[in-house]
C-alpha cells in the first residue's frame, strides 16, 4: 500500500472553544500543544495531534492527511503523482505547522485538500484521557475513517484506487448512489467515496462524516450518555453497520459534520481480501434523526 493510514483531519472553525469542549468533554480526546485563539490540537493517542482545528471565517473540513511511511515513499508517490499528470504542491512552512517531516499537497476530483506526509512529531507527554479510558484504536490503523462527498464518483475512484492504491473492501448501490468503501491497513475502511455532490442534505461542513473508533465498547456508551448529557445534536442513533461490524452512534460536531463515536469493527487482510457488495447498511440501529420533508 502506498498510503499508511489516516493521519489527522483538518478543519476551520468560527469556535474553537466549542470544539475543545466536543473534543474533550464529549469524545474524550486531550488537548496538545497548541491551545490559541488561532489552532488547538487535539490528541487521541500518542501523536502531537490527530485533529488540527484552525480559526476562520466558516465551519469545514479545510485539508485530510495521509500518512505515508517514511521520506522514500513520499518520493515514490510524488514520482507517481508526475507520472499520473497530477499537480501538488509543498506550501512553505506547512510541513512544520503540521508537526511533520515533510507533506505535499494535493487537490483531489472532488476538491477535497490532501495533505500527503511522513514523520508526524509524537508528544512528550503521554496520552491520557479521563473520558476514554481504553483510548483509541489508532496506531497501524491511524486515526479513523472519514466519507467523502465524492462527485465526480468515476474519476474519486480512480484517483484513489489506481493513483493512491487503496484497496476495495466492498460497495454498495445506496438507493441509486453508489458507495465504496476502502482500505488501506487492516482498518475495514479508511475511506469512503459517495457518489454525492457536497450540496447533498447530510454534507455538512464539506463532509459526511469522520470516525473515531475506542479500544473498550463501554466508553463508546459513555461516550453516548455525556453526549446526551450535554444536549449534543445526533445524526444517527446508536446502532451496528453491516459492514465493518462498528457499533456506533453519530453526534453533530462544531462544523457541522457528523462524528461517528464506535468500537468493534472487524479487520481486514489487504493482501488476500475480495471485494463484496454489501447492499445494506446496518444490522440493526442507526436511525437517521432530522431527515429533511420533501
Ligand atoms: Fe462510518
Redesign the pocket.
Known amino acids: 500500500m502506498k498510503i499508511h493510514s489516516l493521519g489527522y483531519l483538518v478543519v476551520t472553525s468560527t469556535d474553537l472553544a466549542g470544539w475543545k469542549k466536543f473534543g474533550t468533554d464529549i469524545l474524550g480526546m486531550t488537548v496538545g500543544a497548541q491551545d490559541s485563539d488561532a489552532e488547538l490540537w487535539l490528541r487521541a493517542d500518542e501523536r502531537a495531534h490527530r485533529v488540527v482545528i484552525e480559526a476562520g471565517a466558516s465551519d469545514e473540513v479545510a485539508a485530510i492527511g495521509w500518512e505515508v511511511r517514511n521520506d522514500v515513499e513520499l518520493e515514490a508517490l510524488v514520482a507517481d503523482f508526475d507520472a499520473a499528470g497530477i499537480s501538488y504542491e509543498r506550501p512553505e512552512g506547512l510541513a512544520a505547522r503540521r508537526a511533520v517531516e515533510d507533506l505535499v499537497r494535493v487537490i483531489d476530483p472532488a476538491g477535497y485538500v490532501l495533505e500527503f506526509y511522513w514523520g508526524h512529531q509524537v508528544a512528550q507527554q503521554l496520552f491520557s484521557s479521563p473520558n476514554a479510558v481504553g483510548g483509541f484504536k489508532t496506531g497501524d490503523q491511524g486515526l479513523g475513517?472519514v466519507?467523502l462527498a465524492a462527485a465526480p464518483f468515476e474519476e474519486s475512484n480512480r484517483f484513489y484506487r489506481r493513483t493512491l492504491g487503496f484497496g476495495l473492501t466492498d460497495f454498495a448501490d445506496m438507493g441509486g448512489t453508489p458507495g465504496h468503501f476502502l482500505h488501506t491497513n487492516a482498518r475495514h475502511h479508511s475511506l469512503?467515496l459517495i457518489g454525492c455532490d457536497k450540496s447533498a442534505w447530510f454534507v455538512k461542513g464539506g463532509l459526511i462524516?469522520l470516525?473515531v473508533e475506542l479500544n473498550d465498547p463501554s466508553d463508546v456508551g459513555r461516550a453516548h450518555d455525556r453526549a446526551k448529557a450535554a444536549d449534543i445534536e445526533f445524526f444517527e442513533t446508536i446502532g451496528q453497520?453491516a459492514n465493518?461490524e462498528?457499533f456506533?452512534f453519530y453526534i453533530n460536531s462544531p462544523a457541522g459534520f457528523p462524528i461517528?463515536v464506535?468500537s468493534g469493527a472487524i479487520e481486514v487482510d489487504p493482501a488476500t481480501h475480495t471485494s463484496v457488495n454489501i447492499p445494506f447498511p446496518d444490522m440493526w440501529g442507526h436511525q437517521v434523526l432530522n431527515v429533511p420533508q420533501q
Open positions: 475513517h466519507v469512503a462524516h470516525m453497520h465493518d462498528m456506533s461517528e464506535g
